[in-house]
C-alpha cells in the first residue's frame, strides 16, 4: 500500500495546469461507445480511473490507446460490441455504470455489475433505471449485475428527476440520442461535464435543446459519428489548488481553467480572505495571513460542489473563527471529519452539518484517505499540520489527481510517496 508523507509548515507558490475533468471524460469515453469508429479525446487527464474505463472499453471489444505525454486517448469502436461490464471493475469505479445508457440504446442489452467504488454513502440507481424503463428498457437484478435490455431499440419520453442527478442525466441523456423519438428530461442536472457531455454528442451529430439548463430536450438520431473532442477543465482540481494556495498563505496561478465553473466556491475563497484574479488562462489566488471562516452549504451545481466540500473543512479547520458546512448530496462524506480530528481539528458533527471551531495549528499523524476527495482534504490539513503527516490509502487521490506530488513539491509543498505495509 501506498502512503504520501506531508511535512507541514510550506508556503504553496507557483503555477499548475490543470487537466481534463475526471468526472467529465469517464463520460465521454463512455459515449465513444455511440459510434463506430475512431474517437479522439484530447486533455485527458493521467489518473487510475482513466484507466479503469479504458480497460472497461476493451473488454467490450473497443481498441483503446492513451498518450500520457500528450494526454490524447483515442477509442476505436467496432460494429459488434459487447454487453458486459464485469465486477473487478465496476467495483474499482462507480462511474463504470456510464456504459449502461450507451450500451442499451446502442446493443439493445447491458449487464453491469452493480458498483461498488467510493466509499461515500448509498448512492442508489433508481433514476438511472427508472428513467431507461420509462424508454422501453426492461431491467432484471441476477448474481450481482443489472441486466438491462431492449430489444427493439428504445423510445423518447418525458422523464422527471426526483434529484438533478449527474449519473441518471447522462445515462438517459446517451441513450435517449439514439432512441425513436423526443426525450424530455426535466429537472436535469446541468454540471459542466454534463454540457461538455452534450457539446461532444452534438458534434456527433445528436439533436439536444437546452443544454446547460435543467431541462434537456434531445430528438433521437439514426446514428451518430466519431468525433475529436477537448476534455472541459477540471474544477474540482482547480478548486483544489485555489484552496492549497489560501490555505498556506500562498500564491497559485492555475491555467486551463474557468472561474465561471468555480463562483461560488471562490467567492468563499475570498471571504475567507484571499485575493482571486482572472487571467487570460485561468485565475490566480493569493492569501495572507489566517483564513477566516466560512459557512458552506453543498448542492447540485451552480450550488457549492460536494467535491470540495472536504477541503473546505480543512480550511475552516485552521481558520479565525467557527463555521458550519452542510453536505446535502452523500451523507458519509463526513467519515473524513475523524480523521481530520486525529490532526487537531475541533470538528463535530450532527446528521448533515460540521460545526467547526478554527485553531490556530493542527499536528501531524497518520490518517487514512476514505475518498479520494477526503484523501487530497487531508493533504491539505497536513500541508499545515505541525510535523509530519501520513496519509494512507493514497491511491484513492491517484483516482482523480494526475502527478500529484510532483506538482505539489513543484510548489514548494513537502511531500513524498511511500510504500507501507497493508493492513491485515
Ligand atoms: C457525480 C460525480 C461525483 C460528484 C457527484 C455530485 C462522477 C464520476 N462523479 O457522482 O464526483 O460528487 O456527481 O456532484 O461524475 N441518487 C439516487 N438515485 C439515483 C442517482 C443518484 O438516489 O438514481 C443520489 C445519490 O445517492 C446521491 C445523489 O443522488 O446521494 C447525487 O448523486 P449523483 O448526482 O448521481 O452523483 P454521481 O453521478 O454518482
Given at each position: 500500500?501506498?502512503?504520501?508523507?506531508?511535512?507541514?509548515?510550506?508556503?504553496?507558490?507557483?503555477?499548475?495546469?490543470?487537466?481534463?475533468?475526471?468526472?467529465?471524460?469517464?463520460?465521454?469515453?463512455?459515449?465513444?461507445l455511440?459510434?463506430?469508429?475512431?474517437?479522439?479525446?484530447?486533455?485527458?487527464?493521467?489518473?487510475?480511473?482513466?484507466?479503469?474505463?479504458?480497460?472497461?472499453?476493451?473488454?467490450?471489444?473497443?481498441?483503446?490507446?492513451?498518450?500520457?505525454?500528450?494526454?490524447?486517448?483515442?477509442?476505436?469502436?467496432?460494429?459488434?460490441?459487447?454487453?458486459?461490464?464485469?465486477?473487478?471493475?465496476?467495483?474499482?469505479?462507480?462511474?463504470?455504470?456510464?456504459?449502461?445508457?450507451?450500451?442499451?440504446s446502442?446493443?439493445?442489452?447491458?449487464?453491469?455489475?452493480?458498483?461498488?467504488?467510493?466509499?461515500?454513502?448509498?448512492?442508489?440507481?433508481?433514476?438511472?433505471?427508472?428513467?431507461?424503463?420509462?424508454?422501453?428498457?426492461?431491467?432484471?437484478?441476477?448474481?450481482?449485475?443489472?441486466?438491462?435490455?431492449?430489444?427493439?431499440g428504445?423510445?423518447?419520453?418525458?422523464?422527471?428527476?426526483?434529484?438533478p442527478?449527474?449519473?441518471?442525466?447522462?445515462?438517459?441523456?446517451m441513450?435517449?440520442?439514439?432512441?425513436k423519438?423526443?426525450?424530455?428530461?426535466?429537472?436535469?442536472?446541468?454540471?459542466?461535464?454534463?454540457?461538455?457531455?452534450?457539446?461532444?454528442?452534438q458534434?456527433?451529430?445528436?439533436?439536444?435543446?437546452?443544454?446547460?439548463?435543467?431541462?434537456?430536450?434531445?430528438?433521437?438520431?439514426?446514428?451518430?459519428?466519431?468525433?475529436?473532442?477537448?476534455?472541459?477543465?477540471?474544477?474540482?482540481?482547480?478548486?483544489?489548488?485555489?484552496?492549497?494556495?489560501?490555505?498556506?498563505?500562498?500564491?497559485?496561478?492555475?491555467?486551463?481553467?474557468?472561474?465561471?465553473?468555480?463562483?461560488?466556491?471562490?467567492?468563499?475563497?475570498?471571504?475567507?480572505?484571499?485575493?482571486?484574479?482572472?487571467?487570460?488562462?485561468?485565475?490566480?489566488?493569493s492569501?495572507?495571513?489566517?483564513?477566516?471562516?466560512?459557512?458552506?452549504?453543498?448542492?447540485?451545481?451552480?450550488?457549492?460542489?460536494?467535491?470540495?466540500?472536504?477541503?473546505?473543512?480543512?480550511?475552516?479547520?485552521?481558520?479565525?473563527?467557527?463555521?458550519?458546512?452542510?453536505?446535502?448530496?452523500?451523507?458519509?462524506?463526513?467519515?473524513?471529519?475523524?480523521?481530520?480530528?486525529?490532526?487537531?481539528?475541533?470538528?463535530?458533527?450532527?446528521?448533515?452539518?460540521?460545526?467547526?471551531?478554527?485553531?490556530?495549528?493542527?499536528?501531524?499523524a497518520?490518517?487514512?484517505?476514505?475518498?479520494?476527495?477526503?484523501?487530497?482534504?487531508?493533504?491539505?490539513?497536513?500541508?499545515?499540520?505541525?510535523?509530519?503527516?501520513?496519509?494512507?490509502?493514497?491511491?484513492?487521490?491517484?483516482?482523480?489527481?494526475?502527478?500529484?506530488?510532483?506538482?505539489?513539491?513543484?510548489?514548494?509543498?513537502?511531500?513524498?510517496?511511500?510504500?507501507?505495509?497493508?493492513?491485515?
Amino acid at each position: 500500500m501506498q502512503a504520501f508523507v506531508v511535512t507541514g509548515g510550506t508556503r504553496l507558490e507557483g503555477r499548475v495546469t490543470v487537466p481534463g475533468a475526471k468526472n467529465s471524460v469517464l463520460k465521454l469515453m463512455a459515449a465513444s461507445l455511440l459510434a463506430v469508429g475512431r474517437t479522439r479525446l484530447t486533455h485527458v487527464p493521467d489518473i487510475l480511473d482513466v484507466s479503469i474505463m479504458a480497460e472497461l472499453l476493451r473488454r467490450l471489444g473497443c481498441i483503446v490507446e492513451y498518450d500520457a505525454v500528450a494526454s490524447v486517448l483515442v477509442v476505436d469502436v467496432p460494429e459488434e460490441l459487447g454487453h458486459q461490464a464485469d465486477y473487478d471493475l465496476v467495483r474499482r469505479m462507480r462511474a463504470s455504470i456510464a456504459v449502461l445508457g450507451p450500451l442499451v440504446s446502442r446493443v439493445g442489452l447491458a449487464d453491469v455489475a452493480l458498483p461498488g467504488g467510493d466509499a461515500i454513502g448509498s448512492r442508489g440507481l433508481d433514476m438511472h433505471v427508472g428513467g431507461l424503463t420509462r424508454m422501453g428498457a426492461e431491467f432484471t437484478s441476477e448474481h450481482g449485475f443489472l441486466t438491462a435490455s431492449a430489444p427493439g431499440g428504445l423510445t423518447g419520453a418525458q422523464i422527471w428527476l426526483d434529484f438533478p442527478s449527474v449519473g441518471a442525466t447522462e445515462n438517459i441523456l446517451m441513450a435517449a440520442v439514439l432512441a425513436k423519438g423526443r426525450t424530455v428530461i426535466d429537472n436535469a442536472a446541468r454540471e459542466p461535464e454534463i454540457v461538455d457531455l452534450c457539446e461532444m454528442l452534438q458534434q456527433m451529430g445528436a439533436g439536444i435543446e437546452g443544454v446547460g439548463s435543467s431541462t434537456l430536450a434531445i430528438e433521437g438520431v439514426e446514428q451518430l459519428a466519431p468525433v475529436e473532442h477537448a476534455t472541459v477543465p477540471d474544477r474540482i482540481v482547480a478548486g483544489t489548488w485555489a484552496t492549497m494556495a489560501a490555505i498556506t498563505g500562498g500564491d497559485i496561478t492555475v491555467d486551463y481553467a474557468h472561474t465561471k465553473h468555480l463562483e461560488i466556491a471562490l467567492d468563499k475563497l475570498v471571504t475567507a480572505g484571499a485575493m482571486i484574479e482572472a487571467t487570460a488562462t485561468g485565475f490566480r489566488t493569493s492569501m495572507q495571513g489566517r483564513p477566516r471562516a466560512v459557512d458552506v452549504v453543498t448542492l447540485p451545481y451552480p450550488g457549492f460542489p460536494t467535491d470540495l466540500q472536504p477541503q473546505f473543512i480543512a480550511l475552516n479547520s485552521v481558520a479565525e473563527g467557527v463555521s458550519m458546512v452542510t453536505e446535502n448530496l452523500f451523507e458519509a462524506r463526513f467519515r473524513f471529519v475523524q480523521e481530520l480530528t486525529r490532526l487537531g481539528a475541533d470538528v463535530h458533527t450532527d446528521g448533515h452539518h460540521a460545526f467547526i471551531k478554527g485553531r490556530r495549528r493542527l499536528s501531524g499523524a497518520p490518517v487514512e484517505a476514505t475518498d479520494v476527495r477526503a484523501g487530497v482534504g487531508l493533504v491539505l490539513a497536513g500541508l499545515v499540520a505541525e510535523g509530519q503527516t501520513t496519509v494512507i490509502d493514497v491511491h484513492h487521490i491517484d483516482r482523480g489527481y494526475a502527478d500529484f506530488t510532483e506538482l505539489l513539491t513543484s510548489l514548494g509543498g513537502e511531500i513524498e510517496r511511500v510504500d507501507v505495509p497493508s493492513r491485515g
